[in-house]
Every structure is written in structure tokens, then in C-alpha cells.
């Protein structure tokens, strides 16, 4: 029944971050979490550490006044968790509150956390390679007898990426694109899609023209089916595998020069390698054939191809002109 639950919750992270708004999606996400985890308050920042002291660069919080960023930055240099979390990247902390912080030189340390009512706490953290900064989420009890499991421990440690990848994707949604690494899909065992990027239709487009299924393309299930295979390398695309509970992530890779071209580049591109004229694929994407123009001088340095010919060749060759 828990793994059904965690199941739930996972599909429910990924659909919320295309449903949602960016306004709406954290507390949405907060709420969700605590379908599997209880908590009373929570943040999830991008904290710069330097010589032992932290400062907040970005910060996302439930149930906390504003006031405990700053707050925190001032007894950073004295908090354990800090040094725990960030020395252990990745492997949950939990801890109480009276117990950790019961010396006299880490009073100011307690008495924050009494004062924001942070009794039991279970944090983790991992450095995020293209900021540099830690990215931590910290959730938190008020109640001193309310304390985190081990149990807690690995399931914050199992849901935690999920959570940043979903809220990387919300962002992405919400400024009305899809980052280009983006391609995941959650599908049951059976091959049956609950989710998908469209990013990940494209790429599983480049080795099966034409598909638009709501189950994978039964050659790559058959080969993922394999005892202990955990990818499908096709001639374009490359698939990879993980499980959780009863759902598969995958996730879509290729080094395809395709996937260097827009949307509505990809459209052009398609048409005008078909024989259409400027004209005509202006009139089919109801655009101006300068538009047209102006779209093809980019795909041609794109895809190293010099004239219409080749732009033809290299979609047959490559097999996506349909």
C-alpha cells in the first residue's frame, strides 16, 4: 500500500510541475510531500558556504515567516547540521533539536531553533555542479516527542531529486519552454505512459517516426524486459531505466544534431526537405516567407548542410522527413 502511495505521490510531483503555475507549484509540492512524510514546516534552498558561514541565494519555504533566512545566516557558522549535511552530500540528517545543540556554546543555536520551532529536523543536501551552491531541503517538527525515523531517512533520500527535477520543469513550463534535457517519461511495467515530456517524444521520434503512443514502442519494452537491462540503444536515441515502486522512470538521450533545432525550426526544416517552396511552407506554418528564409539560414548551420538537396539527404538519412 506504501509503495502505491509513493507511486501516487512521484506521478503526481511530475503532472503537477506542467499543471501548475509557478506561483502555486511549491506549496502544491509541500503539500503533496506530506502525503508520504509528515512534517510541520519546511524550506528548500541554494545556500553558498564559505569558511563554515552560509548564505541564502534562493529559498522556498512552507509554514516559515520571512524572517528565518537572515535569521539562520547569523548562527550558521555554530550549526552541526550544516557541517553534517554538507559533509555527507546526498544522505539524509535528522536530528533533535534538544539533544544536538545541548552545550552551552551552541545555546544561540537552540534557542533559533525553539524560536522557529524546529524540535526535529531531517535535512539533506547535494551541491549543485552548475551553481556550486548546496541545494538543501530541510523539513521540520515542532512537537519535541515528534521525531524522524530511520525509515524517513531513506525516503526523503528516494524522493528528494524527484522534487528538484519536478520543480526544474515547473520553472521550465512556466517560462513557456521545456529545458532540451528534459526527457522523462513514468510508464508502468506494462509500457503504459502516465507522463511524458515532449521532449521525450521527440527523441523516441528520431528512431520511430511517426509515434505518438500512450505505451512505449514494444521494441524498446521487449529489450528493457531483459533480465537486469537497465537501457535500449537504438540508432538515434538512447533509452535508460529506473525503478521506483511500481513505475519506470526513462529517461531519452542522443547526440543527434536534431535536437539542436527549435520547434518551429524542425517544422520548416521538415517541410522544405519535403519540396515545399518558401512560399508554400510560410502558408502551411502561416508565417512570412521571409520568416521562412530566416529560418533555414539557421538550420543549414545547424545541420552543416548547404542547400535544399542536402537538407533533403540528411532528413531521408536520417529518417525524419514524415
Known amino acids: 500500500m506504501m509503495a502505491m502511495k509513493y507511486a501516487d505521490y512521484l506521478l503526481d510531483l511530475y503532472r503537477g510541475a ?47 515567516p520571512d ?11 555554530l550549526d552541526t547540521v550544516l557541517e553534517e549535511v554538507t559533509a ?32 526535529n529536523g531531517l535535512v539533506l543536501a547535494a551541491r549543485n555542479p552548475r551553481t556550486g551552491y548546496w541545494d538543501s531541503l530541510s523539513l521540520y517538527r515542532a512537537m519535541e516527542e515528534d521525531r524522524f525515523s530511520a525509515r524517513e531517512e531513506f525516503l526523503i533520500e528516494a524522493f528528494t531529486p524527484h522534487l528538484r527535477q519536478a520543480i526544474l520543469l515547473n520553472q521550465a513550463c512556466g517560462g513557456d519552454h521545456m529545458a532540451k534535457g528534459d526527457a522523462i517519461a513514468i510508464i508502468t511495467a506494462a ?10 517524444v521527440e527523441l523516441i521520434q528520431l528512431d520511430f517516426p511517426g509515434w505518438h503512443g500512450h505505451r512505449l514502442p514494444s521494441l524498446i519494452m521487449d529489450g528493457l524486459r531483459r533480465v537486469g537491462v537497465v537501457s535500449f540503444a537504438g540508432k538515434k536515441v538512447r533509452v535508460l531505466v529506473r525503478c521506483h515502486a511500481s513505475l519506470l522512470f526513462v529517461y ?11 520547434h518551429r525550426e524542425l517544422a520548416v526544416a521538415r517541410l522544405f526537405s519535403r519540396g515545399y517552396s518558401h512560399k508554400e511552407v510560410a ?12 529560418f533555414l539560414q539557421k538550420i543549414y548551420v545547424k ?17 525524419l522527413s514524415k
Do not use: M
Request: with cysteine.
Open 88 to 119: 555527507h552530500p546526498n544522505k539524509a540528517y535528522r536530528y533533535n533539536t534538544k539533544n544536538l545543540f545541548s552545550a552551552k556554546e551552541k545555546s544561540v543555536v537552540r534557542d533559533y531553533a525553539t524560536r522557529y520551532h524546529h524540535q
Open 191 to 200: 509500457g503504459d505512459i502516465q507522463f511524458s515530456t515532449p521532449r521525450f
Open 283 to 294: 502558408q502551411h506554418l502561416h508565417i512570412a516567407p521571409a520568416t521562412v528564409r530566416n
Open 252 to 262: 531519452a538521450v542522443s547526440d543527434s544534431p536534431v535536437l539542436s533545432l527549435t
Open 18 to 64: 506542467h499543471d501548475r503555475s509557478v506561483r502555486e507549484f511549491p506549496h502544491y509540492v509541500f503539500c503533496r510531500t506530506k502525503s508520504v512524510l509528515a512534517f510541520d514546516s519546511a524550506r528548500l534552498i541554494a545556500v553558498e558556504v564559505i569558511d563554515g558561514s552560509a548564505t541564502v541565494h534562493c529559498a522556498i519555504t512552507h509554514q516559515e
Open 303 to 319: 545541420l552543416n548542410v548547404r542547400d535544399k538537396a542536402e537538407l533533403a539527404t540528411f532528413f531521408t538519412q536520417e529518417n
Open 67 to 77: 524572517t528565518v533566512q537572515l535569521d539562520w545566516e547569523k548562527i550558521s557558522r
